[in-house]
């Protein structure tokens, strides 16, 4: 009977968080197609939608709003799921390098003549992210304590820098590759063709198949290895499926949008204070969420210095910062 009054209760938080999270990405969404070197009336923006009175201006917005909720929603999740599997709140694609790597790699294609569309960007990132994720993680685990939170974030964040560095030195020599890059790096979804999506779709559908069924696996990870082996649960099989579904959705959110920074670090903190520790519902959260920051800070980045735009990775960051460090100063956030 208790079992049965627990789960009819999680369903109704889950039921819950899904309205209000849906809710959150609509009205995200109605901002950014209205607002914008021009506003344009809500009713202008729902007779687009219809198809009853196209707009020109709001059907030029469509692309770069649909991209940022894909892109935030991957980014959340992964998130997500690289703090619970680490069991380190500082995780996210960023701090572990898994950004840096995939960025290198995608450097490397650049500068190598062999990445010459970018349809072909989802393929470099994901190795590079996949070669990240595995370097980074061996590192951390040639300790005596095996990969623990601290080791986890100095390999990532060694791994970064050494991954960056190189692709600076890769673009000092090759002015051609560094046009194409310094655009791409600072992370945004103005100008991308909403077509990217379809090549990027099979890696992000596998992405979050891996990720968001693994919240009641991750919660049991979360008693520590040695419980959950006691419960029952292959813990190496549960890592290796969660860390293949964050690594692809790293790789699909930075070969769309580029390394946009904090989203996966501060959304499942904010979601963890709505929902609690649950990951669960925090891995469904987060891609909610993340979907509207990245498209609240796009929005937000079209008007804040008119009439040019700051990038969505600019304004992640410029939002995302003050938001941890909240977090942090009210003690909410646990090793």
């Not at 959340?76 to 960025?103: E, S, Y």
């Not at 099989?237 to 692809?248: D, E, F, P, Q």
């Not at 930075?254 to 709505?274: D, E, K, N, Q, S």
């Given at each position: 009977?208790?079992?049965?009054?627990?789960?009819?209760?999680?369903?109704?938080?889950?039921?819950?968080?899904?309205?209000?999270?849906?809710?959150?990405?609509?009205?995200?969404?109605?901002?950014?197609?209205?607002?914008?070197?021009?506003?344009?009336?809500?009713?202008?923006?729902?007779?687009?939608?219809?198809g009853s009175a196209p707009h020109g201006i709001v059907e030029a917005r469509l692309d770069r709003t649909a991209l940022g909720v894909v892109v935030g929603a991957a980014m959340g999740c992964a998130g997500a799921a690289?703090?619970?599997?680490?069991?380190?709140?500082?995780?996210?694609?960023?701090?572990?390098?898994?950004?840096?790597?995939?960025?290198?790699?995608?450097?490397?294609?650049?500068?190598?003549?062999?990445?010459?569309?970018?349809?072909?960007?989802?393929?470099?990132?994901?190795?590079?992210?996949?070669?990240?994720?595995?370097?980074?993680?061996?590192?951390?685990?040639?300790?005596?304590?095996?990969?623990?939170?601290?080791?986890?974030?100095?390999?990532?964040?060694?791994?970064?820098?050494?991954?960056?560095?190189?692709g600076a030195g890769l673009l000092v020599v090759d002015l051609a590759a560094l046009d194409v890059f310094r655009v791409w790096q600072v992370g945004t979804v103005a100008g991308r063709d909403l077509a990217l999506l379809g090549s990027v779709a099979p890696v992000l559908l596998v992405g979050f198949l891996l990720t968001l069924p693994a919240?009641?696996?991750?919660?049991?990870?979360?008693?520590?290895?040695?419980?959950?082996?006691?419960?029952?649960?292959?813990?190496?099989?549960?890592?290796?499926?969660?860390?293949?579904?964050?690594?692809?959705?790293?790789?699909?959110?930075?070969?769309?949008?580029?390394?946009?920074?904090?989203?996966?670090?501060?959304?499942?903190?904010?979601?963890?204070?709505?929902?609690?520790?649950?990951?669960?519902?925090?891995?469904?959260?987060?891609?909610?969420?993340?979907?509207?920051?990245?498209?609240?800070?796009?929005?937000?980045?079209?008007?804040?210095?008119?009439?040019?735009?700051?990038?969505?990775?600019?304004?992640?960051?410029?939002?995302?910062?003050?938001?941890?460090?909240?977090?942090?100063?009210?003690?909410?956030?646990?090793?």
């Amino acid at each position: 009977m208790s079992s049965h009054v627990t789960s009819l209760g999680h369903g109704r938080r889950l039921a819950l968080l899904l309205g209000l999270g849906l809710a959150v990405v609509a009205v995200a969404c109605l901002a950014s197609l209205a607002v914008g070197a021009t506003v344009v009336p809500l009713a202008h923006v729902w007779e687009t939608l219809t198809g009853s009175a196209p707009h020109g201006i709001v059907e030029a917005r469509l692309d770069r709003t649909a991209l940022g909720v894909v892109v935030g929603a991957a980014m959340g999740c992964a998130g997500a799921a690289m703090q619970a599997l680490t069991r380190n709140p500082l995780a996210d694609p960023g701090i572990l390098g898994v950004n840096a790597g995939a960025a290198l790699a995608i450097v490397l294609g650049l500068a190598t003549g062999l990445l010459t569309a970018q349809t072909q960007y989802v393929w470099f990132a994901l190795a590079g992210a996949a070669v990240a994720t595995t370097v980074v993680y061996g590192i951390a685990s040639m300790g005596p304590g095996g990969a623990q939170p601290v080791t986890l974030t100095i390999a990532g964040a060694a791994f970064a820098a050494t991954a960056t560095s190189l692709g600076a030195g890769l673009l000092v020599v090759d002015l051609a590759a560094l046009d194409v890059f310094r655009v791409w790096q600072v992370g945004t979804v103005a100008g991308r063709d909403l077509a990217l999506l379809g090549s990027v779709a099979p890696v992000l559908l596998v992405g979050f198949l891996l990720t968001l069924p693994a919240g009641g696996w991750l919660n049991t990870l979360g008693l520590g290895d040695d419980m959950a082996r006691g419960l029952g649960q292959r813990v190496w099989l549960v890592r290796l499926v969660v860390a293949v579904g964050a690594v692809c959705l790293c790789a699909a959110g930075t070969a769309l949008a580029g390394p946009v920074a904090f989203v996966g670090l501060v959304v499942p903190h904010v979601v963890r204070l709505l929902t609690g520790p649950d990951e669960r519902r925090v891995m469904l959260g987060s891609a909610l969420f993340g979907a509207a920051l990245v498209v609240g800070a796009d929005t937000i980045g079209r008007v804040v210095l008119p009439p040019t735009e700051v990038q969505v990775g600019i304004m992640t960051a410029v939002i995302g910062a003050p938001v941890l460090i909240a977090l942090v100063r009210t003690q909410r956030v646990t090793a």
